[in-house]
Structure formats: structure tokens, C-alpha cells
């Protein structure tokens, strides 16, 4: 998972700091370490012309003694943790005084060192000696009476002058550790803050679905980024919402001028059935023709019905006998399926207050699913109760029920449960239960489903009747993804 603006924020500022510290830390050390080797260096200088002047006091080379208490005076190599030496040497290289013990193959001097000693030079390097010490030595000529006569050697440990240098850098790590920490939490608090329009936005647009386009984020006074993203979505909810409502439009009109040629269509067969003359393969292809017709008419009429609660249409109110209406549906299918039987169970008279067309779709739904699931051989019963102020209508049949996990979810829109899911012999598109549901809703009732497997499935619709009637009207419940 990639990370979090958040914490891309709080990483980069401790980066930034961390590396903005680091060359801080670079330049402090470099010129702090200049500053203090040339002051060494200095000293070392004002060493050199001690020892010089103290040589020229015992006016020549000649007495060791007299070198080696020179020495001597100017060293200090035990006990000490900034220690220094002097060393004499002739003009050839050779030691001529230096501090006992001190081991001075390291302070030998080249060929071309010498030489530059022979003209008078002087110049420094820094110098490994015994017990892994660095001095920082300075050789120099030893001028008596004009005249170069040896090479004098001064060194420092340059531990002690560093140390300044170790114990800041030593800080400024600490510092620089501590100061990241507290840079990651502080940008991590403040992105929170920063972020928040943001995540507003982002909560907002989760709330949106398809079936409330009409919402907007309309955010004011947000930061001008998020103020625009927020602009863009709106806008593009404003075209989204626009190209639903044209396409429910279209799917209301077209399905609405479908209906007028399928009736006549389904008329016309109706009338050529009537004439007696027809031979029997023109009646039984005429028969099927009618049914398709039928078909047909059943699914324009349930496209209809669901672009008419997508566009909101108002369902009439006007008293209907439901009886009727069962009888109607029950002619109607009969002849479905010739190895079905379709059966008429008790009918109570009962009337409610409604719209007669979706009424009678929403019966003829449950008893044609009825039908369309049943194996050969099998049976479906239409049944018309009135139970105190309720009507109920139950469609029962012994077909090969619903699976559990199915059960859940046969209202939403377009779904198809089972072997027959995604299209097929049984030919539907997952609309009957979902308009089914939604005409019971929007009379104020409902529809429940008891259902086993292998042992069949019934379907009771529950209405108010009277003036009790009146309900939900929201459109029928989304596709299933
Ligand atoms: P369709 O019948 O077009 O598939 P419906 O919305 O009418 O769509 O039904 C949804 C699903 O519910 C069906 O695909 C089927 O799996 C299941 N179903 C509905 N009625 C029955 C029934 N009487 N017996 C078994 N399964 C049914």
C-alpha cells in the first residue's frame, strides 16, 4: 500500500531538516578544525623559536648534554593528555637530542625535506607516533649566526586541540536525532490540520451514490486546491446526473411506445384464434406467437415500471378488487407452461386503494417466476386472504426454492440467482421481484419470502386496505455489483 499524504509530508520536512542539519554540521566541523590546526600550528612556530633561541644561548651543536636538557625542557610525553615534542637533528637527518623513549623513525626526514631545511624552510605534517597518538610536527631550520646548522622538530598531539570539535559534533548529532523525531511528529500533527478539507471532501463524495446525484460537496471557503476538486466533482456529478436523468427519459418513452403496438399485436392473434376454420399447426403457431407477445408485453411493461419510479411518477390512488385482479392473472398464465398447473386457492373478496395496471404486474410477477422455476410437473396456487385491515396475497409453489445465500438478495435490480444467473433458458433479467417490491412499497406494503431448497418457495404480499394505503415511493432497490 502506497503511503499516506500524510506521512509523505512528515517525512519529507524530517529529510529536509535532517539534511539542512547535516550540512550545518559539515561546515561547522571543517572550519572549526582550519581554525584550531592553524592555531597549532602557531604554537607549534612560537615552540620552534624557543628552542632556537635556547640552542643559540649554548652557542652551538656540540654538547649532547647541553641538547638533551634542551629537549627535555620542551617535552612532556608521560602523563599527559596533551603531550608535545621537540626533537634536534644535524643537517643530515641525524637525531641529535630527543625525548627518551620517544621512537623517532616516524619524525625522519626525506632527502628533498632536508634540502628545504638546508635553504631554511619550515613546514608541518601531521605525524603517527607510538601508542597510535597523531601530532600534528613542525620541522624547521636551526639558523646559528646566520647560518643553518641543524633541523629542529616541535609536535603537539592534536587530540586536545580537537577536542572542541568532537564534543560539538557530538551535540549536534544528538540534537540532530531529537530534532528529527520532533520535526516527524510536529509535520505529522500539522498535516492533519492541513489535510482535513481534504478528507472532508473525500468523506462527502463516499456519501454520494448513484441514486442521490442531486447531492454536492459545495465547499466554501477551502483551501484554493481542494476548493477546485471539490468544483471538478460537482461538475462532473451535475453532468452524471443529467446523463441518468436523459437515459431513465429514454427508457420511460421508449418502453411506454412499446406497449401500444404490443397490444395490438397481441390483440390481432387473439382475434385470428376466434375463427374456428384454423387448421392445428396454424393455431399452435399462432399460440406461441401469443405467448411470446405476452412475454414480451410482461418485460416492457417492468422496464416501464421501473423508469416511472426513476422518474418519480405518482401512483394512483383508486379502489381495486383484488380478487379480480387474481382471476385476471390467473387466465392469464395458465397456459404458460402446458406441463405447469396453475391453481386458484382460497380468494377472499378484498379491495384496496391503488394503481389496477402496477397492481396486477406485481401478481403476475410472482405467479410467472412461479411458473418459469417450477420442474415439469409442477405446481403453482394463487391465494387471496384478508386478514384484519390487510390483504394478503400468497403465491406458493413446489419448485426448487432459493438458496440461502441468493434469498438476500433477489429484490435488487437486474439480479439473477442460481444455475440460471447471467441469462438463459429461463429468460428473464432480474427486474420481476425488483418491481414487484417496489409496487408493494410504494402501496404502503411489503413482500416476504419463505423458501426451501428442493421443497419450494412462497411469496406473500401483505397490503394495507382502505384508507390505510399509502407509501413508499423510492425507486426499486439498486442493481446488485
Ligand atoms: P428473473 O426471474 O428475471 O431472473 P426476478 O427478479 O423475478 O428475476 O427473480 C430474481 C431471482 O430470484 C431469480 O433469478 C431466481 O433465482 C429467484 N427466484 C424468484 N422467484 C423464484 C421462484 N419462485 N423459485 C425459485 N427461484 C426464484
Known amino acids: 500500500m502506497s503511503l499516506s499524504i500524510r506521512w509523505r509530508l512528515a517525512i519529507g520536512i524530517a529529510v529536509a531538516f535532517i ?10 566541523h571543517l572550519s572549526l578544525q582550519q581554525a584550531l590546526t592553524s592555531d597549532l600550528d602557531a604554537r ?17 651543536l656540540d654538547d649532547p648534554e647541553e641538547l638533551q636538557e634542551i629537549v627535555e625542557l620542551n617535552s612532556l610525553t608521560t602523563a599527559s593528555d596533551s603531550p608535545f615534542i621537540t626533537v634536534i637533528r644535524d643537517l643530515r637527518g641525524k637525531v641529535l637530542a630527543a625525548p627518551p623513549g620517544l621512537d623517532t623513525e616516524a619524525l625522519d626526514l626525506s632527502p628533498g625535506e632536508l634540502e628545504t631545511m638546508a635553504r631554511g624552510g619550515s613546514f608541518s605534517r601531521d605525524v603517527d607516533l607510538t601508542g597510535g597518538q597523531e601530532f600534528l610536527v613542525r620541522s624547521s631550520a636551526l639558523v646559528v649566526g646566520g647560518e643553518v646548522v641543524g633541523v629542529v622538530q616541535t609536535g603537539e598531539a592534536t ?17 540532530g536525532v531529537v530534532g528529527g523525531i520532533l520535526a ?5 500533527w500539522l498535516s492533519r490540520g492541513a489535510l482535513k478539507p481534504l478528507r472532508d471532501v473525500i468523506d462527502i463524495a463516499t456519501e454520494i451514490e448513484a441514486s442521490d446525484l442531486d447531492r454536492r460537496i459545495s465547499a466554501r471557503n477551502r483551501p484554493a486546491e481542494v476548493q477546485r476538486l471539490a468544483d471538478t466533482f460537482d461538475a462532473m456529478l451535475e453532468r452524471l446526473g443529467g446523463a441518468f436523468q436523459a437515459q431513465r427519459s429514454f427508457l420511460y418513452d421508449v418502453s411506454h411506445e412499446l406497449r401500444t403496438p404490443l397490444t395490438a399485436l397481441l390483440g390481432n392473434i387473439d382475434v385470428l384464434l376466434m375463427d374456428d376454420r384454423l387448421d392445428q399447426e396454424t393455431r399452435e403457431q399462432l399460440e406461441r406467437m401469443a405467448a411470446e407477445a405476452a412475454r ?4 416492457t411493461n417492468n422496464l416501464l415500471y421501473m423508469a416511472s419510479a426513476d422518474v418519480g411518477r405518482e401512483v394512483e390512488r383508486r379502489p381495486v378488487d383484488l380478487d379480480v385482479l387474481c382471476l385476471e392473472v390467473y387466465r392469464q398464465t395458465q397456459h404458460l407452461r402446458g406441463d405447469v398447473v396453475v391453481k386458484l386457492g382460497k380468494e377472499d373478496q378484498v379491495t384496496v386503494l391503488g394503481d389496477q395496471d402496477l397492481l396486477k404486474q406485481l401478481i403476475l410477477n ?9 420442474p415439469a410437473g409442477g405446481k403453482v396456487t394463487l391465494s387471496l386472504y384478508q386478514i384484519d385491515k390487510e390483504a394478503q396475497i400468497v403465491v406458493e409453489d413446489n419448485g426448487p426454492g432459493i438458496d440461502p445465500e441468493v434469498l438476500p438478495h433477489i429484490f435488487e435490480r437486474f439480479y439473477r440467482g442460481g444455475d440460471h444467473a447471467g441469462g438463459g433458458a429461463k429468460g428473464g433479467i432480474g427486474l420481476g421481484l425488483a418491481i414487484a417490491d417496489w409496487i408493494a412499497r410504494s402501496h404502503g406494503g411489503r413482500i416476504q419470502v419463505e423458501s426451501e431448497v428442493g421443497r419450494g418457495s412462497t411469496f406473500r404480499v401483505t397490503l394495507p386496505v382502505g384508507e390505510e394505503a399509502g407509501g413508499d415511493t423510492s425507486p426499486p432497490s439498486p442493481t446488485s455489483s
Not at 607549534?44 to 652551538?60: E, F, K, Y
Not at 410472482?366 to 417450477?374: A, F, P, R, S
Open 296 to 299: 414480451l408485453t410482461r418485460l
Open 366 to 374: 410472482l405467479v410467472e417466476n412461479g411458473v418459469k422455476y417450477v
Open 44 to 60: 607549534l612556530s612560537r615552540d620552534v623559536d624557543r628552542v632556537l633561541a635556547q640552542v643559540v644561548l649554548a652557542g652551538s
Open 184 to 188: 516527524i511528529a510536529g509535520a505529522y
Open 19 to 28: 539534511a539542512t542539519l547535516a550540512i550545518i554540521l559539515l561546515t561547522v
Open 159 to 175: 587530540a586536545a586541540a580537537t577536542r572542541p570539535i568532537d564534543t560539538l559534533e557530538l551535540i549536534l548529532i544528538l540534537e
